[in-house]
């Protein structure tokens, strides 16, 4: 899930991009008056003498927008049950961190608003755009390793749950009893329809609609809705009696074709998928594609004349919101890294720097979307808007260069996970010191010419990335077997010492490589409960003999050790140390020399 994610939201920050582009050349071409006419249009159903009305802008800003929010429900409904929110010691850190990085851009904002006719705008600075941030990390590249977009997307999972809370507490003008009270009624009645599983979807679409509409005239921000529908949907993992029924049934179609076959294959393989990830893949593409563009467009449009400029430069508001946001999110995310990290609550997803998460906190600072949607609810004077959107600009900008310095700064591992004491200039032995045995996981032929052997991690990206390209070698050069020894960084990589435990229960069955395969498929979800799930697809007890397991890791890591592997990948090529490039093309290369080589 986090993968699709990451490339929706990187998809659609060129989108995001154009749409502020466009709603930025309109307000400020000679047509630049319609923009403001145009986005206050009025538009509504009317029924007898009941209306119902609101302008374009409003109809983006809670009509729209509560698809986005409750795209973001579901998202993390799915991550807190299925997910890698699952995790409590991997999830505690970027959740400090993502309360840090609200509550001090939100004290730098009041630092220069308190008491002042800005002082509501406290709220514009504390939220991340995801969107924008990815797409950003996308530019950097390999200087922002996979763990760090994890550990940046659980982050802004979290950002976005706390700006919705904020957003119904404290921007909440005033309620209206009765229609707060119909809502919580029609909330209830689809709490109801849940716990009686009646999953007709138009009955959810009626009740979703009018619950929406109540929310809204009852004063709270229907957005809300969005996130609360968003949560309620139900989510689970595929089940083996779902599974089951889904092969019959497609099975069924294969051996004798006809539309009541097809049909019920259909419907079989759809029940096996949660509705919470068909809505996901259905919505997530309007929401990342066409909503949230549509509404930087009517919300980006910024008038940026000669008196604008002038009159933003010296506003606190605008000062404050851009310090909010350059400032006040690489200091709060930073502190809220190091708070959990040093009272050793929880742990960092992989193989991370400090370079790497200080780059990561000051692009957090592209505050786009929340913050614009919150500069509506904060601020009714259009003049103190524009101040609070030109200091969202200038501090999302700023956020962005500032974070792609620091990571062209920063420290660049070049493909190789170490721990932080590893001694890069000792001198390292160049042979294998104990050669290939009867003991050793061993994949390809027993007289292969060429034997390479891999000093890995399970949870190293790095290794994570060689692992097909080691099987595409298999492939090609068929004089060649690949031997894999454990040397998990316990410093870095907290799950990889429990992957190789469960990694040898396989072996003990005789399915060390169907378990070798499955940890590098799936190395972002290495915790108890996943490496127990992936040993019972196996029929495997992943927590048997562990003495004896870990005795057998700790062999691989001394023989490691004592050959001079000080980080992974480490390959060694008929029993060299191999010193290329981790890519096929260089490895190929390496494998046919070794095998002409007397």
Same mark, same amino acid.
């Given at each position: 899930m986090f993968r699709a994610f990451f490339k929706t939201e990187v998809g659609s920050t060129s989108l995001l991009l154009i749409a502020t582009v466009l709603a930025l050349l309109w307000a400020n071409s000679p047509f630049g008056d319609t923009y403001e006419a145009f986005w206050h249009i009025p538009m509504g159903l009317s029924f007898g003498q009941a209306e119902f009305s609101l302008d374009l802008r409003h109809w983006v800003n809670d009509g729209l927008m509560t698809i986005f929010f409750f795209v973001i429900g579901l998202e993390i409904s799915y991550e807190v049950r299925l997910g890698q929110l699952r995790d409590r010691r991997l999830i505690a850190v970027p959740s400090v961190a993502a309360l840090g990085g609200m509550i001090v851009p939100a004290a730098v904002y009041l630092m220069l608003n308190a008491g002042g006719p800005g002082a509501g705008g406290w709220g514009v600075p504390i939220a991340t755009d995801t969107a924008f941030v990815l797409g950003l990390l996308a530019i950097v590249g390999a200087r922002c390793p996979d763990p760090l977009r994890a550990f940046l997307l659980t982050l802004a999972i979290v950002d976005d749950v706390l700006a919705i809370i904020i957003i119904a507490v404290f921007y909440t003008a005033s309620l209206s009893v009765p229609a707060l009270v119909t809502a919580a009624v029609l909330l209830a009645a689809i709490v109801t329809l849940r716990w009686l599983k009646i999953w007709r979807a138009p009955a959810y679409i009626v009740l979703g609609f009018a619950l929406w509409v109540a929310t809204l005239e009852s004063g709270v921000h229907p957005t809300l809705v969005g996130i609360a529908l968003g949560v309620l949907v139900l989510v689970y993992a595929p089940s083996d009696h779902k599974l089951l029924r889904a092969g019959e049934a497609v099975q069924e179609f294969t051996s004798d074709p006809s539309a009541e076959a097809a049909r019920q294959a259909a419907r079989s393989v759809k029940r096996a998928v949660s509705v919470n990830e068909r809505l996901q893949l259905l919505l997530h593409p309007?929401?990342?594609?066409?909503?949230?563009?549509?509404?930087?467009?009517?919300?980006?449009?910024?008038?940026?004349? $000669?008196?604008? !400029?002038?009159?933003?430069?010296?506003?606190? &508001?605008? *000062? @404050?919101? $851009?310090?909010? !946001?350059?400032?006040?999110?690489?200091?709060? &995310?930073? *502190? @809220?890294?190091?708070?959990? !990290?040093?009272?050793?609550?929880?742990?960092?997803?992989?193989?991370?720097?400090?370079?790497? !998460?200080?780059?990561g906190a000051a692009v957090s600072g592209i505050g786009f979307t929340v913050a614009l949607f919150i500069v509506d609810l904060a601020f009714d004077d259009p003049a103190v808007q524009n101040q609070a959107k030109i200091g969202?600009?200038?501090?999302?900008?700023?956020?962005?260069?500032?974070?792609?310095?620091?990571f062209k700064l920063a420290w660049d591992r070049g493909g190789v996970c170490a721990p932080p004491d590893a001694e890069p200039e000792e001198e390292l032995p160049e042979l294998l010191s104990v050669p290939v045995g009867p003991d050793d996981h061993v994949r390809g032929p027993k007289d292969a010419a060429v034997t390479i052997v891999e000093y890995g991690d399970f949870e190293c990206p790095f290794c994570g990335r060689l692992h097909p390209i080691m099987e595409e070698v298999l492939k090609r050069?068929?004089?060649?077997?690949?031997?894999?020894?454990?040397?998990?960084l316990r410093t870095l990589h907290p799950r990889a010492v429990a992957a190789a435990l469960v990694a040898e229960a396989a072996a003990d069955e005789g399915r060390f490589w169907e378990m070798h395969d499955i940890l590098f498929d799936n190395q972002r979800f290495l915790t108890d409960s996943d490496?127990?799930?992936?040993?019972?697809?196996?029929?495997?007890?992943?927590?048997?003999?562990?003495?004896?397991?870990?005795?057998?890791?700790?062999?691989?890591?001394?023989?490691?050790?004592?050959?001079?592997?000080?980080?992974?990948?480490t390959l060694f090529i008929n029993g060299v140390r191999y010193q290329g490039g981790l890519d096929l093309a260089s490895i190929s290369r390496a494998v046919e020399r070794a095998s002409v080589s007397p």
């Open positions: 309007w929401s990342s594609y066409v909503i949230v563009p549509i509404f930087a467009l009517a919300n980006a449009g910024v008038r940026l004349d $000669a008196d604008t !400029l002038r009159a933003a430069t010296t506003s606190p &508001i605008a *000062i @404050g919101v $851009a310090a909010g !946001l350059v400032l006040g999110k690489v200091i709060g &995310i930073s *502190i @809220g890294t190091w708070l959990p !990290l040093k009272l050793n609550w929880g742990v960092l997803p992989g193989n991370l720097v400090w370079g790497q !998460l200080l780059g969202i600009l200038a501090g999302s900008l700023t956020s962005a260069l500032i974070g792609w310095i620091i050069h068929p004089e060649v077997r690949i031997v894999f020894r454990h040397f998990p490496l127990a799930h992936y040993a019972a697809e196996l029929d495997v007890e992943p927590w048997a003999d562990v003495p004896g397991h870990k005795a057998r890791v700790a062999a691989d890591e001394q023989s490691g050790y004592d050959s001079g592997v000080r980080g992974t990948p």
